[in-house]
């Protein structure tokens, strides 16, 4: 076996993610020509459903995006913070909370949409529509099930001003609110300045160590929901792709590769 080959063997052997998996048939059927010589020919696009794979193209594109952008926010609750000067990283941590919050219910509905696109679609297609109204319908209780602590954080009090509640979060921010009172002329002209100091102290550190509780806690929440939504996706994937590959007229090309070599 020369290198080439031994490149090409690790590639398809290698254990990708369901919606990359997808997305690259979806790309190598719209444009066989990105595939090696040898392979484009072994696909047969004559007979594909062109705006259906266009179709999923767009939403399964859609999908990743979203999927991408609530795993960077484990790196944010660690990191992304600005200059104290600049914005109090109270502040900063109580954004990411809420765009974190706002991007997994996000997630959820796209997830949501491409499940109703695709029991729409395949009931074209299919003699056992009432199974697959079955079969989408518990996708559906699914996604909401394994996206439910979003929704309890969230969706209950979306409109209703209090989006969430972070006891530690919120202990740090009446101890910073506190602490700017203090340095109010008008308060300050009343306060006892040999005893400021020591409020002044106690306040900080309380504020420091809500901060860090609630920042740890909520890189664990993040880093827990990555493994969980990740999984899933990857699972439900797997499971609606031989149906969805049927609507679109369309096979695994790893599998056309694999049993052109054997």
Do not use: C
Request: aromatic share 12%; net charge neutral; no cysteine.
């Amino acid at each position: 076996m020369n290198i080439q080959e031994q490149i090409t063997k690790t590639a398809l052997e290698e254990k990708r993610h369901a919606i990359e998996e997808i997305m690259a048939d979806f790309a190598f059927y719209q444009n066989p020509n990105l595939l090696r010589w040898e392979y484009s020919s072994l696909l047969d696009v004559s007979k594909t459903n062109r705006e259906g794979l266009k179709k999923y193209m767009q939403l399964f594109f859609s999908l990743r995006r979203a999927w991408q952008k609530t795993l960077r926010y484990k790196k944010y609750f660690e990191d992304f913070y600005p200059p104290a000067e600049k914005i109090e990283k109270i502040e900063a941590l109580n954004h990411h909370i809420h765009a974190y919050l706002q991007d997994m219910t996000a997630l959820k509905n796209k997830i949501e949409v491409l499940l109703g696109e695709m029991k729409n679609d395949i009931k074209k297609i299919a003699s056992n529509k009432s199974d697959i109204d079955m079969f989408f319908r518990a996708g559906v209780e699914k996604t909401k099930e394994v996206f439910s602590g979003v929704s309890k954080h969230r969706d209950e009090h979306h409109h209703r001003g209090m989006q969430f509640f972070d006891n530690d979060l919120l202990k740090a921010e009446n101890a910073y609110g506190f602490m700017e009172m203090l340095n109010n002329p008008l308060f300050n002209a009343m306060v006892n300045q040999e005893y400021k100091p020591e409020v002044i102290a106690k306040f900080t550190k309380e504020k420091e160590e809500s901060f860090e509780v609630a920042k740890k806690r909520w890189v664990e929440i993040a880093n827990k929901n990555d493994e969980q939504t990740t999984g899933y996706l990857d699972e439900l994937l797997k499971g609606v792709r031989p149906t969805l590959y049927q609507f679109l007229n369309i096979r695994p090309v790893q599998d056309i590769i694999a049993s052109a070599k054997k």
